[in-house]
């Protein structure tokens, strides 16, 4: 949906903004990619920025140069928020940009085990990538696709589809007996 003014362009950024600062996760689905990614992230100098691969979370097909769809959710109610379209950018290690980035991502970062020399192993390790929004928002309260957004489960060896043994019931329900 276009915005038909300045006014209503500039209240799809606010929104945007807003969206991104307040929600923990978003959703990257990175081009050519059939599944979108939760990342954690932070809002930095008007982009989403993220870190990745090493050690921290997977950026599966994010590249500098290429586009990504993100969705962020609504912080109360969970559900879609927002989703634009974001070009991706690689911060280069000890630039101005990955400095800022890597300062506003270390707050965002829990239970990191090195939290001290953590921007020293994200240059050495990971890539540290800028989300820019770039046109019209896809998604806005107001204007949502119809029909369901669910996934089927992404494959994984841990995941199981098979009925439970039928000797368990009668383990379970024996203890609770005695």
């Known amino acids: ?81 927002v989703g634009w379209t974001a070009q991706v950018s690689e911060l280069a290690p000890g630039s101005e940009g990955w400095t800022g980035a890597v300062e506003e991502l270390k707050g965002k970062r829990l239970n990191a085990p090195d939290t001290e020399a953590i921007g020293e192993r994200w240059a050495r390790e990971c890539r540290v990538l800028r989300l820019e929004p770039s046109g019209p928002l896809a998604e806005q309260p107001g204007s949502m696709p119809d029909g369901s957004h669910a996934a089927a489960p992404m494959p994984s060896p841990v995941i199981t589809r098979q009925p439970i043994p039928a000797g368990l019931p009668k383990l379970l329900f024996r203890s609770r007996k005695r």
């Open 1 to 81: 949906m276009e915005p038909t003014t300045t006014a209503d362009a500039f209240f799809d950024r606010a929104l945007l903004e807003e969206a991104a600062k307040k929600s923990g996760l978003l959703w990257v689905r990175a081009e050519g990619q059939p599944h979108s990614r939760a990342l954690w992230h932070a809002w930095h100098d008007g982009a989403v920025v993220v870190v990745g691969d090493g050690a921290e979370q997977p950026l599966h097909g994010l590249a500098a140069g290429s586009t990504a769809a993100v969705t962020v959710r609504s912080k109360d109610k969970w559900g879609r928020l």
